[in-house]
Structures are given as C-alpha cells and as structure tokens.
C-alpha cells in the first residue's frame, strides 16, 4: 500500500490494533507505510531518515506511540523505547518482511551509521587505555577526545564545528539527541570516505565486539 498522507497511516494503525492486531506487528506496518523523512511536533524536531539514508526506527515508533498511547501499554512501550525491547520475540526475526526491504535497508544503514559509529570510538577508548596500562602511564587515562583524534583526526568539539558548518547548522552551546545521531552518521561518512579500507574494517570489527558486550550487558539488567 503506497500512502501519501502520514494521517491515513496512523488511521489505519489505530484500527487494526482496535481489531485485535498485535500492536507491535501493526506499528511496525506503519512504520513501512510511513512517508515522512522528519517532521516538527508540538515544538520538537523528529529525524527518522538521517540524511535520505539511516532509518532511526526507533524514533519513528516512538512517533508512532504518541497516536496509540491510549492503546498499548504503557510498561511495553517504555521498554522499547527505552532499551529497545520489543514486546514479542520474533519481532526481529520478521522485521524484514513487516518494515519492508527499503525501510530495513535503510535500518540496517542506521545500524552501522550510527550505534555501531558510536562504538568505534569507545572501542579506541579501551584500547588507548589498555596501551597506557602496559606502557606503565597508570595515571593518565584516555578521554573520548584521544579517541575522536585519533579515529577522525579532531577533538570532538571541532569535529562538530565541522559538522554544523557542512549541514549550515547554528552553533549553539549544547548538542541534542537527534543532532548528536546526524553528527554520528556524518561521521561515519567521512570515516569511510577518508580511511583505508583495511583500518575501517578494523576499527569496525572492534566496534562490533564492543556493541556486541553492551548490548548483551544492557539485556541481563533489563530482564
């Protein structure tokens, strides 16, 4: 179903939950149909396509639960939103077929654009620390800027000075949310564009085991 109007997609979302639907597997549905790339709501900025390419699914059904809030609970949608996990063990395994293959294309762009981006850097974090440990430096340790420098080449207050500057954003004295995901998948480009390809796929795989340990950390204290 090709839907032009984000309207007629929150309608049918509210109606097929209303049915009896599973109210993720609908959301999820919605989220496929969904033909906005940002919108502003009640003053707040919603960036669910970074630059054209990275789908943010979570921010969009966050989006999403604002027009069924009185239809799914509550417990359940803090939990996604907020460690993201789904109410139903197979939503993953069907995420592909429920979102659509563009749509999780674009999700799986988000992945490494931007969660996997964020690991890179810690991963040089640990390791920077680990090199002073063995080299004896116990009392210096590595701050995120090491990392930024030596993974980008700036600290990371330049690097958003760079950024703000290319994407003709204003400066401002703090970052948020949704501009620190669009300055994390910014960086990721340049990464790619500016590194060997042998560096990024180390830096890359590092980033995996980190993401990896802190995604399985993050599940044994939510359960």
């Given at each position: 179903?090709?839907?032009?109007?984000?309207?007629?997609?929150?309608?049918?979302?509210?109606?097929?939950?209303?049915?009896?639907?599973?109210?993720?597997?609908?959301?999820?549905?919605?989220?496929?149909?969904?033909?906005?790339?940002?919108?502003?709501?009640?003053?707040?900025?919603?960036?669910?396509?970074?630059?054209?390419?990275?789908?943010?699914?979570?921010?969009?059904?966050?989006?999403?639960?604002?027009?069924?809030?009185?239809?799914?609970?509550?417990?359940?949608?803090?939990?996604?939103?907020?460690?993201?996990?789904?109410?139903?063990?197979?939503?993953?395994?069907?995420?592909?077929?429920?979102?659509?293959?563009?749509?999780?294309?674009?999700?799986?762009?988000?992945?490494?654009?931007?969660?996997?981006?964020?690991?890179?850097?810690?991963?040089?974090?640990?390791?920077?620390?680990?090199?002073?440990?063995?080299?004896?430096?116990?009392?210096?340790?590595?701050?995120?800027?090491?990392?930024?420098?030596?993974?980008?080449?700036?600290?990371?207050?330049?690097?958003?000075?760079?950024?703000?500057?290319?994407?003709?954003?204003?400066?401002?004295?703090?970052?948020?949310l949704t501009e620190m995901k669009e300055f994390t998948y910014w960086l990721f480009k340049m990464r790619l564009k500016n590194s060997d390809k042998s560096r990024v796929a180390s830096?890359?795989?590092?980033?995996?085991?980190?993401?990896?340990?802190?995604?399985?950390?993050?599940?044994?204290?939510?359960?």
């Open positions: 179903m090709a839907v032009a109007d984000p309207a007629l997609v929150i309608q049918e979302l509210r109606q097929c939950i209303s049915s009896g639907q599973e109210w993720y597997g609908a959301m999820l549905h919605a989220v496929r149909d969904w033909p906005l790339t940002e919108e502003e709501l009640d003053g707040e900025r919603y960036v669910y396509l970074l630059d054209g390419e990275a789908l943010d699914l979570i921010r969009l059904v966050e989006r999403l639960c604002i027009e069924v809030a009185d239809l799914v609970p509550q417990d359940d949608v803090v939990r996604l939103i907020a460690n993201d996990r789904p109410p139903s063990d197979h939503a993953y395994a069907d995420l592909k077929s429920l979102i659509g293959p563009d749509k999780y294309r674009a999700y799986l762009t988000f992945i490494y654009g931007v969660l996997v981006e964020e690991m890179v850097v810690h991963a040089v974090v640990e390791d920077l620390r680990k090199r002073r440990r063995t080299a004896g430096l116990t009392r210096y340790d590595a701050e995120l800027d090491d990392a930024y420098k030596y993974v980008y080449g700036n600290t990371r207050s330049e690097l958003v000075d760079l950024f703000r500057r290319d994407k003709g954003l204003p400066r401002r004295s703090h970052i948020t830096d890359t795989k590092r980033a995996l085991t980190v993401l990896h340990r802190y995604t399985a950390a993050k599940g044994r204290q939510t359960l």
